[in-house]
């Protein structure tokens, strides 16, 4: 059963899985899938994977411009985006075989994944796994989010958790801040993985809500960030944090708008 906080719920795993497909997905990871489609394209490949393919959207699109001849799978994150995923490509026609399962090494051509949600200490591990399944030769794609991202909310994080005396006076927003990697970490974290040829693209992508209380409310903010951002705090910590932020953002900003920066950031590589 979900946990309740004072006016915080911890959302199950369905519940995520239906609010990315209605939601995050069209705020948060479209941000990424376009930078992906206008710097890549994929038509030629004979065996295609894309790793945290989450509910199927952008699969589903790349399916339709790939030859009528080529394997694509996909791996959902969890059991509901599967399912979620799987009902779509029935619906589409788009012969896509969605799964959990773990690949042969050296199975594909081409492979695509989405870390935009995957932790900076866990990125490595995720990178090797994408090179792993790729064959020598083969194109293997990443993208996440790179330093500097999310700065105008750290900063107010910190000045929460400083006035309110949690997270040990403000360190555990410096921790946040110093874990996203810069663009030249995470290209070593492709050199690591045994990628070659590396190339970067990096977006600056600017997220808008009209106050304090749009923001934290919004599901991108409550149920996917937040967690984590928040996670050492008590539950009671959780919702005071989230409750002085709403005010603290509205007392900056006003009457106007608030805006946070993402970089969204795109790694493409050959295995070598």
Not at 48 to 63: C, D, K, P, S, V
Not at 214 to 243: G, N
Not at 265 to 271: I, R
Request: charge should be negative; charged fraction near 30%.
């Amino acid at each position: 059963m979900p946990i309740r906080f004072n006016n915080i719920m911890t959302k199950t795993q369905k519940e995520l899985a239906f609010l990315r497909d209605l939601y995050v997905d069209d705020e948060w990871t479209r941000r990424f899938t376009e930078l992906v489609d206008k710097h890549l394209g994929f038509a030629d490949e004979r065996r295609f994977l894309y790793i945290n393919a989450g509910t199927g959207n952008h699969i589903i699109e790349l399916r339709r411009k790939m030859g009528r001849d080529a394997e694509v799978c996909a791996v959902c994150e969890n059991d509901d985006t599967l399912t979620i995923a799987r009902d779509k490509g029935t619906a589409t026609k788009s012969a896509i075989d969605f799964s959990r399962r773990r690949f042969d090494d050296e199975s594909f051509d081409a492979v695509l994944a989405d870390a935009s949600f995957v932790r900076p200490e866990n990125l490595q591990s995720f990178v090797d796994e994408a090179a792993r399944v790729a064959e020598p030769g083969g194109r293997v794609a990443f993208f996440t989010v790179s330093a500097g991202s999310f700065g105008e909310v750290f900063s107010l994080l910190w000045e929460v958790f400083f006035n309110e005396d949690l997270g040990e006076h403000g360190a555990a927003a410096e921790r946040l801040i110093a874990e996203i990697p810069t663009v030249s970490q995470i290209e070593e974290t492709a050199a690591r993985a045994g990628l070659e040829d590396v190339e970067t693209h990096v977006a600056n992508e600017i997220f808008e809500y009209q106050n304090g209380a749009e923001f934290v409310a919004s599901p991108l903010v409550a149920d996917f960030l937040l967690p984590v951002w928040l996670e050492s705090l008590t539950d009671k910590q959780r919702a005071r944090a989230t409750k002085k932020l709403a005010e603290l953002v509205d007392a900056e900003d006003g009457s106007l708008t608030f805006r946070f920066t993402v970089k969204a950031t795109l790694v493409v590589g050959e295995k070598a």
